[in-house]
């Protein structure tokens, strides 16, 4: 069914490469010398934001990334930070990151990104002399807190650290009360953790990792849209998969349900978006009335020469032919006047065996210098006289033995004939017995139009439901755990043995045990592999009686087709190219070359948070892994723990998230009358990190007990912390 779109299509436009955003300077300084007001660093593996505590949003929120190249044409060195990297062509390509994953490796990266904060934020003095606040992963490894604690103590010689959680942070942002008991879902940049936290203490043992965030999900979206479209002219960036992933996903309610609406091609219309790539149309040339003549007649001048150029070539063939015809008749002439032997010699050296050879060429180079003569000046070849066989009645004691081998090519030339003209005379028959068959249902229809029409819908109902059967045991035969497959292996394994089956197994009696091995499956599928494709013949008939009915039935119409729109076997065309009209004999416009449609992805990539098997990750999802961290608490913390379910960072802000949350987690808890548990979003899924280390770095007093000062530092190692109720514990 061909859909019609009322009006074309929203599109979404693309960057190539992610805009530059300058990051301000600050002068400021002077206003918080020797306040010890902390400075706070949400030091995350995407984007660092950096500011003062006393303020209420981050100065600084940039990418948290590098670019050192040496420019030779300039003879100088480059160093790029944060989103100055967008700046310059060199610095993208050459851009790099101090983090694996989420985990700080590379203090040499680390300590250009921390220099690139001091300066912006104006700071211009020996050393740092304000208390820090920094965030740090989960369950981060001793050795890499230990290289941020060396870094910070050792190069900048600031008088105290304290580290936390920013998913931590983030549910004290949204009330210090809401910290105290909880369930924290953050949904990073490249893992998703399930953290409970009761009494104001986090349970970092009870703590679940799911290995998919925000990378994870950009990689995938990249992935499936390398192979819904591979040979799409532009290389998708992981700029773009990540802006697809972030801006256009949404999550299902009922993942089944939803997918299963796409097939409703009103449904379809509104979820499907247009992703449109930049291009740059090609600069067509308009040429005057006198240039297209010119032109014209360049052409003609062109076709002109051509056509010379062929007559010469015909008629120095023509004249070679004519030159090859005469040395022919005159080694034909010559087998009088000369010796066998010397005449035999001649006909060796002009590259034939034997005189049938001779003459076989001397009649085709004068049947084609008298069909060139002819074309030349335009006489109409006359028509063939049928071939003649003289020597096959001739009986072999009258034949010479150069006539005996004439008379037996000319025997099978014959049989030759006799073969075509049998076949061009029962084809003749054919196709006046179809002609009369037609004539008579033509008559007939005509005459009882309303039967007629009967018997063709019969007819064509009749074979439909042939191709419908023949189709559906194809799909069970493919499926090796189909009934229809295991009868028809019993029945391949019984005619493969030597000995009859017999009638009664008795006791002790070996089994057959064909078809529990794969090697004997493949055996199988090798004996029934089929055509995939309709038979040729009942598709050219089912054809038949649709032209048929479209023609002469008024309410068959082109949607009644068997290879009409179904969602089955036309929704991969809509999947690919949407539901705009599209002429495959055209192809796409140049625009629609650069266009990607985005439909069953958008819930695809977000739907792994609760089934990550779609990608193969053998791990549980959201609410699976909820459940897991509830059943490792009593009842009376679990009711606690479930009041409280903060859903916070990045990939939290994809829409339907929450919701799907919501209402997923009442599938794990006990029936109750009333709604049990409270499932919200942060407040600023990006933000609010920072903002809860900056409230609690403006607590001096709880600062001064929990952070580690260089005096511990030296004492105790760059690893030691202090708990504090939302950061990770300390092992000894």
């Not at 070849?381 to 150069?402: A, G, H, N, Q, R």
Request: with cysteine.
């Amino acid at each position: 069914m061909e859909m019609e779109v009322d009006d074309g299509p929203v599109l979404y436009p693309i960057q190539t490469e992610k805009p530059y955003t300058p990051t301000p300077d600050y002068s400021d300084y002077k206003d918080f010398t020797s306040t010890g007001t902390a400075i706070v660093i949400d030091n995350g593996s995407s984007q660092c934001r950096a500011g003062w505590a006393t303020e209420e949003r981050p100065r600084l929120v940039f990418d948290n990334q590098i670019a050192k190249f040496r420019d030779r044409k300039a003879s100088m060195s480059s160093t790029y930070v944060g989103n100055d990297v967008y700046a310059d062509v060199l610095a993208r390509s050459n851009s790099r990151t101090a983090f694996d994953g989420p985990v700080m490796c590379n203090p040499e990266i680390m300590e250009t990104v921390l220099d690139y904060i001091f300066i912006k934020m104006g700071i211009d003095a020996d050393k740092i002399d304000h208390p820090l606040v920094m965030t740090e992963p989960v369950c981060v490894p001793l050795y890499n807190r230990n290289l941020m604690s060396e870094l910070l103590f050792e190069s900048y010689q600031v008088p105290s650290i304290t580290y936390g959680v920013d998913s931590l942070f983030s549910m004290y942002a949204n009330g210090p009360e809401r910290a105290q008991d909880g369930i924290v879902v953050s949904a990073g940049h490249h893992y998703s953790h399930v953290i409970p936290v009761l009494g104001g203490q986090v349970h970092m043992q009870h703590a679940k990792r799911i290995s998919y965030g925000g990378v994870p999900a950009s990689e995938y979206m990249l992935k499936l849209m390398q192979m819904k479209y591979p040979t799409f002219p532009l290389k998708m960036t992981t700029t773009q998969s990540d802006t697809l992933t972030t801006s256009h996903t949404y999550v299902a309610h009922d993942y089944l349900e939803e997918l299963a609406s796409y097939e409703d091609p009103e449904v379809f219309k509104t979820k499907d978006r247009v992703i449109q790539f930049p291009f740059v149309a090609p600069v067509v040339e308009e040429k005057t009335e006198e240039e297209q003549a010119r032109l014209a007649a360049k052409r003609k001048e062109q076709g002109r020469r051509l056509q010379e150029q062929a007559a010469k070539a015909r008629l120095e063939k023509l004249i070679q032919r004519e030159q090859d015809l005469e040395q022919y008749m005159a080694l034909k002439e010559a087998k009088s006047s000369l010796k066998k032997a010397e005449w035999t010699e001649q006909l060796k050296a002009m590259g034939f065996k034997e005189e049938a050879d001779l003459d076989a060429a001397i009649k085709t180079t004068d049947g084609a210098i008298r069909r060139a003569r002819n074309k030349e000046l335009g006489i109409e070849e006359e028509e063939k006289e049928p071939p003649t066989f003289p020597l096959v009645d001739i009986p072999d004691e009258e034949l010479s033995e150069m006539d005996k081998k004439e008379k037996k090519k000319q025997r099978l030339l014959k049989a030759s004939h006799d073969a075509r003209m049998r076949a061009k005379a029962a084809k003749a028959e054919e196709m006046a017995h179809q002609a009369e068959l037609a004539r008579l249902d033509e008559e007939r229809r005509e005459r009882e139009p309303q039967k007629w029409l009967e018997e063709i819908h019969a007819k064509r109902q009749e074979l439909v439901d042939k191709i419908k059967a023949k189709k559906q045991l194809r799909e069970q035969l493919s499926d090796r755990r189909s009934h229809a497959s295991q009868l028809r292996m019993k029945s391949i394994a019984a005619l493969a043995s030597d000995a009859p089956p017999p009638k009664r197994r008795r006791k002790g009696q070996d089994e057959d045990t064909f078809g529990q091995d794969d090697e004997d499956w493949m055996v199988y599928r090798e004996i029934s592999r089929e055509d995939d494709s309709e038979d040729e013949e009942e598709a050219n008939q089912l054809n038949e009686y649709e032209s048929q009915l479209l023609k002469f039935d008024p309410d068959f119409l082109h949607e009644h087709t068997m290879n009409a729109y179904t969602p089955k076997n036309s929704f991969l065309h809509y999947y690919t190219h949407g539901l705009g009209p599209y002429d495959p004999a055209v192809g796409p416009s140049l625009e629609q070359t650069y266009q990607l449609h985005l439909n069953v992805e958008r819930i695809r990539v977000p739907e792994v948070f609760f089934q990550p098997g779609i990608i193969g990750l053998d791990q549980t999802g959201l609410v699976e892994t909820i459940q897991d961290v509830l059943k490792r608490f009593d009842v009376e913390a679990r009711q606690r723990l479930v009041q409280n379910i903060h859903v916070t960072g990045g990939m939290a802000q994809i829409p339907g998230l929450v919701e799907r949350l919501d209402f997923s987690i009442r599938s794990i808890l006990p029936a109750t009358p009333h709604k049990s548990y409270h499932v919200h979003r942060a407040q600023d899924c990006v933000l609010d990190a920072w903002r809860g280390a900056a409230m609690f770095g403006r607590d001096t007093a709880r600062l001064g007990k929990i952070s580690v000062t260089r005096q511990e530092y030296d004492e105790y190692g760059g690893s030691y912390i202090k708990e504090h109720g939302l950061g990770n514990v300390r092992y000894e």
